[in-house]
Structures are given as C-alpha cells and as structure tokens.
C-alpha cells in the first residue's frame, strides 16, 4: 500500500473505532506494515483516534525499532514495540490495532479467555480469545515471546486481551484488524449480559 492508502485506511479504522466507543479519548493505538521497508505507520503518542486524518495528521511512520523515518515528526505511540514485534513475527499481518475496549476489560477481570458466546463469533474466529496477564500499562519486551507464541499456537488467531489494560487484534489491514476488534467487543458484551441476566 502507498503512504495515501495506509493513512486512508488508518484513517477509517481509527474513527470507526472512535465513533462505536470501543477506544476514547486519546487511548488506544494501531500500526500498519510498510511493505519491504521493516518500517510501520502507528499513531502519533498522545494523539485522538477522532483527530487522525486520511491526510496524515495524527500518523507517524517508524522503523522497527521506534525511530521515526527521516522527515517524520512528533513521538510514536508507546506501544510501538508491541506493534513491530508482531508485524515482525507475523508476515500475513498487514495491520495492528489495540483499545481499551470496556467490556472485553470487564470480562478479562475474572476469566482467562472469552468464549465464542454467539454463532458470528465462532464462525469469524474458531477459537476462545484468551487473556494474558501483563501487570504493565504498556507491553514490555520480556512480554513478547509470550504472545508471539500464542499466535504460533494458533495461526488464526485474530486477538487477544491484556488483563485490566485492553485487547489487541490483527488483520490484513487496520480496517479488517478493526472489524475483528469489534467482534471481539461484542462477544465479550454479549457474554458480559448473558452472566448478568444468569445471575438474577
Ligand atoms: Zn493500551
């Protein structure tokens, strides 16, 4: 993809996500892979999935290992490791994307995975998504073998949870990454009523 159709792409997946309330404020990020250069577009640190624009703003392209490529300004995302680790890891990723989704949170509180409650959910995905316990508000490196290996265990794995933090899902591009961050969402809301309503 061209820098154009990766900010437009960025662009769209950012204000979907804004817009459904699964990532507010200015939380969250994503990154997306510069084909055969080792190098991403992620979200500016600090910026708005609101205010990012198809133009560019709120978007900084980087190498692998966080520095912003010549002519970019500003501070990529603090995550920034986590995304080059999995675009590194995982060649049929095109794009990454991570919020503070509120149910998927609530739901990780207590369990280790959530469960593929409805038929949409197990047809997308094919498996539970599990959660991982990383006692940090951003994702250090001696993390990261633990989740690359979650997705070498299971090749179609479309995400996972932080616990207390937020989930993480991946996709072809940031819209497809987006779209499973969604689902993903919804299931755990869907779980999260069905226990409530169990419980009366
Ligand atoms: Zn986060």
């Given at each position: 993809m061209k820098y154009s159709e990766i900010y437009q792409d960025m662009t769209l997946a950012a204000h979907r996500a804004y817009t459904r309330g699964i990532q507010t404020g200015s939380g969250g990020n994503m990154a997306s892979r510069i084909a055969g250069a080792d190098a991403m577009v992620v979200k500016n640190s600090g910026g708005s999935f609101g205010d990012?624009?198809?133009?560019?703003?709120g978007w900084i392209a980087t190498d692998y290992n966080g520095k912003p490529l010549e002519g970019e300004n500003g501070k990529p995302t603090r995550e920034w490791l986590l995304h080059a680790t999995l675009l590194k890891a995982l060649p049929e990723v095109g794009a990454i994307v991570h919020f503070h989704s509120p149910y998927a949170i609530a739901w990780a509180e207590e369990h280790n995975e959530i469960p593929l409650t409805t038929w949409h959910s197990g047809l997308k995905f094919g498996c539970p998504i599990p959660v991982v316990d990383v006692p940090s508000a951003v994702v250090p490196a001696q993390a990261m073998d633990d989740i690359v290996k979650l997705f070498e265990e299971n090749p179609a794995l479309p995400g996972f949870v932080l616990r207390g933090h937020g989930l993480v899902a991946v996709g072809k591009t940031a819209v497809a990454a987006e779209h499973a961050a969604e689902l993903i969402e919804e299931t755990a809301q869907i779980t999260v009523l069905e226990h409530l309503l169990k419980k009366e």
């Open positions: 990012c624009t198809a133009e560019g703003k």
